[in-house]
């Protein structure tokens, strides 16, 4: 069983609208959330880190995660078509030896 | 502030050749990790290094192997390689153990296409 899941889409969401990211981890000692963007070509990029149960908001993204469920969500609001790229999940915890475990991916369009 | 920087951006090899991927990181960060990505299998872990030691390690063959230098320069090197090692490896940095909570940033990548 893979420890981080993301559905592989793609993700379809009109300009405007909130795109919503789904990801669930098995390891339920892991302490650390990543959100990570990558365009095509191009390599893995930082864009939300969250630790504690709740919501972190930056800008137009909302990181979200329940640890007792297993699961972060990442939120973009007023999706731009600039916002279409892969969305990787990584989680690090002490059974991982804190290496970071990345999900396969969402891909996400934003049409105009 | 400069970036991680990785060498070569592009490299083609023939199977049973061997091959050396080169990363500087972030000036001050002292940790060095290594992935590779492959469309089918994303992104997988292959090691890390902080102050010359390697301190985790992935499930990867013993093909794989890497080092990391006083200045905290990182090589990885593949031996004998077959056609499943082409993939884009990507090179990470962090500032190192202490800070586990932080996210790595990352390189552009070296792209090994092996025929």
């Known amino acids: 069983q893979k420890e981080v899941e993301q559905n592989s889409g793609p993700l379809s969401v009109p300009e405007g609208a909130i795109a919503s990211l789904n990801c669930t981890y098995s390891?339920?000692?892991?302490?650390?959330f990543f959100w990570y963007r990558q365009y095509s070509g191009k390599s893995p990029e930082l864009i939300m880190s969250?630790?504690?149960?709740g919501d972190k908001e930056d800008g137009r993204f909302t990181a979200q995660l329940n640890k007792a469920s297993q699961y972060v969500s990442l939120l973009i609001r007023d999706s731009q078509p600039s916002d279409s790229a892969t969305y990787l999940c990584?989680?690090?915890?002490?059974?991982?030896?804190?290496?970071?475990?990345f999900g396969k991916g969402t891909s996400l369009l934003v049409t105009p | 502030k400069a970036g991680v920087t990785q060498t070569p951006r592009y490299l083609i090899k023939t199977r049973g050749q061997q091959v050396t991927l080169s990363c500087s990181p972030i000036s001050g960060h002292r940790s060095v990790s290594w992935y590779q990505q492959t469309p089918g299998q994303g992104l997988q872990f292959l090691f890390e290094?902080?102050?010359?030691?390697?301190?985790n390690k992935g499930n990867f063959p013993g093909r794989f192997s890497g080092r990391q230098f006083s200045n905290s320069r990182s090589e990885m090197n593949v031996s004998t390689l077959e056609l499943g090692d082409s993939a884009l490896y990507l090179c990470?940095?962090?500032?190192?153990?202490?800070?586990?909570?932080?996210?790595?940033?990352f390189g552009s990548g070296t792209r090994l296409t092996v025929v």
């Open positions: 990470a940095s962090s500032p190192g153990p202490g800070t586990d909570s932080y996210g790595y940033t």
């Open positions: 969250i630790y504690s149960n």
């Open positions: 290094y902080f102050s010359e030691t390697q301190r």
């Open positions: 390891d339920r000692v892991s302490q650390s």
């Open positions: 990584a989680v690090k915890g002490p059974n991982s030896g804190y290496a970071l475990n």
